[in-house]
DNA sequence: GTCTATACCCGGATAGAC
DNA sequence: GTCTATCCGGGTATAGAC
């Protein structure tokens, strides 16, 4: 990716991704060319390029941007102190966040079972992001008196299961995507449940026998 | 879809399956041409496309073919009365078939995520291929005893597990896909021990609970 | 470093002659 | 049913203006 040094530089990148989100979000992915992207930014197709290396390039750094921007609304929402609350927060701003992003997130989802694609959601290409976004829920756990291993499990069990909340969005149909809302509550509920039923039989039971397993695979690719 | 009057045409949209196939599983999906398929057929483009109208025609060509495989494999598999005995040996049936075909995998999981595409694992062009494996996961909970609702929402779940199954697949690079049979095995321990204490407490509170949530979901898409 | 213009390659898909 | 020629868009390359 090129990396301009200029502020001057920097504001025409961001016109440019601005530019093209308003195409993605208008016509989808596949139906905007680069040559829209350029139209629409205003200027040149060599232009856009030189910010740019590429169509995914573009999305990569929507991703990045979306990462931080939803830390920063999850920062400032106001979060209740149960795991449950916590994790509800953490996805319901996510869904606002990507109201009218769900023609862009169909790009990020397409190379999500790529392993070689730099855009994979489970690749190298998207680590930094990806930490980022599986510390915010494991973070959900943290003074929830979950056995270190298990919160960090915990973690990355919610962030695979916030893909599936995303998968679900995507196909959402229902006016002011009510169904999404309403699978986050559950999943955020299913895991505040988790919490305190975790060293109980015959709970505790299932979590160990969940807990081996994953140490067995590690996650994807690893 | 072209479909072939002769049985001449027939064999014709077989051999170039044939050699699509084995390119996609020499260089992968996105690095074969369809220039590279017909050549490989020992024919020109506009005659590969004249059986086939697309690129994704022949990987869904593939799909269909691959679950009518499963099933005839999966019937002939002996198969223990368990329900966890038929789930594992629906998904080694299944991890067997696709041994060598991880690479075309990701072709077919690359629009999983974009409602609009006819090659969607959860649209509409897939409905005929996807009702039948749901069938296959539904049929295992035969006899099981579970509420006949329950078994249907079971059938779903596990189509479902078994997607996540194949992703982990795509991604998996131990010996012989030795963590993939792993998390197989688990998958169909996890849904045979579901079933005696579906009306147990407190298990029956938590499919309760599921079973009622996913009524008011359905099915993506739907 | 920022940007335009233009020509080009490659691969999916199509048109139309035979 | 098969071919050749062509279009279209992602992506590259280059020459040059400021």
Redesign the interface.
């Known amino acids: 990716m090129t990396q301009p040094a200029t502020s001057k530089g920097e504001a025409t990148r961001q016109h440019i991704l601005e530019a093209a989100l308003a195409a993605f979000r208008d016509r989808g992915f596949t139906n905007t060319t680069m040559r829209d992207i350029a139209k629409g930014a205003g200027m040149s197709l060599g232009a856009a390029y030189h910010y740019f290396d590429s169509k995914d390039a573009i999305v990569a750094a929507y991703y990045e941007w979306m990462q931080e921007e939803h830390e920063r609304r999850y920062a400032s929402a106001v979060e209740g102190g149960t795991v449950a609350a916590r994790i509800k927060s953490i996805l319901t701003t996510k869904l606002d966040l990507l109201r009218s992003d769900r023609k862009i997130?169909?790009a990020l989802?397409?190379?999500?079972?790529?392993?070689d694609h730099p855009l994979s959601l489970?690749g190298r290409g998207t680590s930094t992001v990806r930490d980022r976004s599986v510390d915010m829920f494991r973070e959900a756990f943290d003074g929830s008196g979950l056995p270190e291993e298990l919160e960090s499990l915990a973690g990355y069990a919610a962030w695979m299961a916030h893909l599936g909340v995303m998968?679900?969005l995507?196909?959402?149909?229902s006016k002011a995507q009510k169904?999404t809302h309403?699978?986050a509550d559950?999943v955020g509920d299913l895991f505040g449940f988790m919490v305190p039923v975790a060293t109980v039989p015959p709970f505790s039971m299932f979590l160990d026998w969940a807990a081996d397993?994953a140490r067995?695979?590690?996650a994807?690719?690893s």
């Open positions: 997130l169909v989802f397409a190379t999500l079972a790529d392993p489970f998968i679900y995507i196909h959402d149909g169904r309403l699978l559950a397993l067995q695979l590690g994807p690719g």
